[in-house]
């Protein structure tokens, strides 16, 4: 802890109070919390922060981390049958160890959680490996029973599955487990078909895996673009994973092999091997006693907070996927910078959630920023869409008859680019510095005078019709 401190209030005041234990209390050391601590501290604040589990949250721990180097795992399935085709000799039976992946991916999301753990000592923030609830609005309770008081909480909690109650759910897993598999399941049953359902469902199936995908209606991940998220569902559908939509779960039954039986409505009963719940996360506010302090919560316990991550008690703010804005880890960091600077660093700074790029790693990933056709249709009317509609030249060559598309989405009026939207190879690595071009306000013309760089993937861009 820091003796003295030169943190800023708003009115650039100093902030250290000592009638309290700190100045900042963080509850959670997830993307948010951690960097509310760490910024929060560098400007001089005595700052705590308290984790039940691991530092690092969902992304380091159970989510983008692990996810991603999975990604990376399964893309050799096809990587290696497609090296055949540009002279290299691969045998047929390749064979994939999976506790191989799991303990090296293991290794590196330990070495990113001892990174996080370094980053906060190096910068005094006191970790407290201990559950803590709030038990007023300047104090908190941790689960040694021992009571720590603070001029600001931040509840940084994060969020965890959502699983969907009736008989037999117990049986099935979700994203939290999934990395600690013993083997990889000959047959999976994946509910739900948003972000991790799809990015599990290319996982699953490039290892090996018979996948089926159940939804409760015919979307797949609602939000995303329509031609879009068709074109994936095609894909997924070629490469041989089943859909079925428009399933009411009804019950799962484990037979004395392991073997789960799962009925749902309108379809035939399914038996595999392992049920992944992929059906959407809610905010870690059960249990967290913030009615105690008059923090206000929605219908599905995300803390309110104003612009500047406040609740409805002064004292008590909130960034991240508890606050259930959008759950992504960027949003969460510039969250968690904003109230630190705003707070501590004599800085008031606002996040501006317009154009958040986000991409889905499914087999062939998604990427998307700015708004859909059908939402620009919406709040602009007149609108203009350009297409690109190609066969990457690797997959030419590899004969993966997978099509790749772009779209770009115009301001009739105005020829402003107001979101692109693509599915293909590297597209969420396209999409990043395409994203600033759109927060940016360019234009079509502006795309048009961009001299395409050839020959890229990317050069659609500047191409489009
Ligand atoms: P999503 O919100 O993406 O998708 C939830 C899916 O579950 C939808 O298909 C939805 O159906 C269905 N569903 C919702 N509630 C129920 C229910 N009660 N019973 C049955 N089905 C239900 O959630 P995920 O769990 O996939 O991911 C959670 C969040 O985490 C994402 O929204 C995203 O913000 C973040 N995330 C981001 C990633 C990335 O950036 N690449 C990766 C993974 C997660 P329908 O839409 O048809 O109603």
Redesign the pocket.
Known sequence: MQSCSAARDLQGLPVTDTQFDYDLFVIGAGSGGTRASRVAAAHGARVAVAEEYRVGGTCVIR??VP?KLLIYGAHFAEDLKDAKRFGWQVPDDCAFSWPTLRDNVMEEVDRINGAYTTTLQNNHVDIIHQRAVVSGPNEVTLADGSVKTAAKILIAVGAH??T?EFPGSEHGITSNEVFHLDDVPKRVLI???????N?FAGIFHQFGSHVTLV???D??L?GYDESIRDRLLQISMSKGIDFRFNAAFESIEKDSNGCLTVRMSGHEPITVDLVMF????LPNTKGLGLETAGVEMDAAGAVIVDEDNKSSCDSIFAVGDVTNRI??TPVAIREGQAFADTFFGGKPTRVDYANVP????SHPPMAGVGMTESQAKQALGSVKVYTSDFRPMKNVLAGRNERSLYKMICDGETDRVVGIHMIGPDCPEILQSAAVAVKAGLTKADFDATVALHPTMAEELVLMK
């Open positions: 989510g983008c996810k599955p959502l969907p509910a739900g078909a948003g972000y991790i359902a990015e939804n409760r209606t979307v797949i609602r992929a059906t959407g996360r759950q992504l986000a991409a889905v790693f």
